[in-house]
């Protein structure tokens, strides 16, 4: 599974911990624009659309690219679905297989792009299925380009301390927070993640070890975590949380139930 940079890294991330043929976590990489480590293979591609049009991927280890299985990519919404036609066909000339999965939360293509998609995919070689929890379409207003200038140059300007020129120039306040990880497990899933990461931070959140601290307002208005918890670790605590709920309302049914049996038919 492949989440693309920036907004849906973490998404993927969700999807791929319950996407295992048993439910469990799913291997898991996802796209990148910072450098790569050394001795890595970099598949890039083009973002057309994005203020920042190039897109990596960081390969470090292909075993989990290869043997022709479904892959899914996964992206927060699809407008035209260039960018995953853009990755399928570098994709597809590395790693060959047969299907591609487009998962979303949103598929905004109209009809047209969505068949400009599945004949770009097919004269490559495969097939692409296209999976979302919602379906729409954009209609712009007629001088809605010009409206929003002006909006934009109506708002008020922000704080100088705030601005993009005091954090590059160092004025800004900035507070560093190391968060702790353990061995084996990467900040993030840039250079792939799989189940047994998953399963450390499993083991590590049920011995309640190495937490991480908490960031308050104290710690001022522009705060940066140096390494930050991996999305999949919430996912885990979620999934605990939701298996512990259906638990609870189990038993709540079952004693219900046994109440009513014990009550008897003229109590019912």
Known sequence: ????????????????????????????????????????????FSEEHSHAVDQSLIVLDDAELRGGRPLVL????LTTGKTAVNAIRVLQASWPRPVYVLASLLDCRSDECRAEVAQAVGELGADVVSVSLLDGRVRLPAGVLARAGDFIAALPQPPAQCSAAARRSGQAAVSWLEVALPDAVPANASTGWGPDQAVILHDQDASGH???ARVSAADGPHVRLDRGRPP????????????????????????RARDRRAAGPAHR
């Open 74 to 77: 996964v992206d927060d919404e």
């Open 210 to 212: 190495d937490r991480p």
């Open 1 to 44: 599974m492949i989440g693309f940079a920036e907004t849906a890294t973490g998404l993927g991330h969700g999807v791929a911990a319950v996407s295992a043929a048993d439910s469990g976590p799913a291997p898991y990489l996802h796209t990148t624009r910072r450098p790569a480590p050394d001795g890595a293979r970099v598949i890039r």
């Open 232 to 255: 999949a670790r919430l996912c885990l605590q979620r999934r605990r949380q939701r298996a512990h709920r259906r638990g609870e309302r189990a038993r709540v049914r079952s004693h």
